[in-house]
């Protein structure tokens, strides 16, 4: 394994934190659009009985939302490996 955590392990567990950090984001995201709007969030892009606005809006807010906690578990777990390799 290399200097910075790298290694075959080490990025099982980057990907492993990512997919969940998606995961969770996806599900409170989702949980939010429903008590906002009153609706579930558009999961078909051709529903034709959501607008393309509400669709739009929907695809940004997910994204984003996704890209971020994927981006914050990824950190997380990269300076937990850190911090653990250092203390060694």
Not at 14 to 29: C, H, N, Q
Not at 40 to 55: F, H, I, M, Q, R
């Amino acid at each position: 394994m290399s200097r910075n955590g790298s290694g075959y392990g080490g990025r099982a567990v980057t990907a492993l934190a990512g997919a969940g950090g998606s995961f969770l984001a996806r599900k409170v995201i989702g949980f939010a659009w429903t008590k906002v709007t009153g609706r579930k969030p558009p999961d078909k892009p051709e529903d034709t009985e959501v607008s393309l606005g509400e669709a739009m809006i929907w695809a940004v807010v997910a994204a984003s939302a996704v890209a971020a906690a994927r981006v914050l578990a990824t950190r997380l777990v990269a300076s937990q490996a850190r911090r653990n390799q250092a203390s060694q």
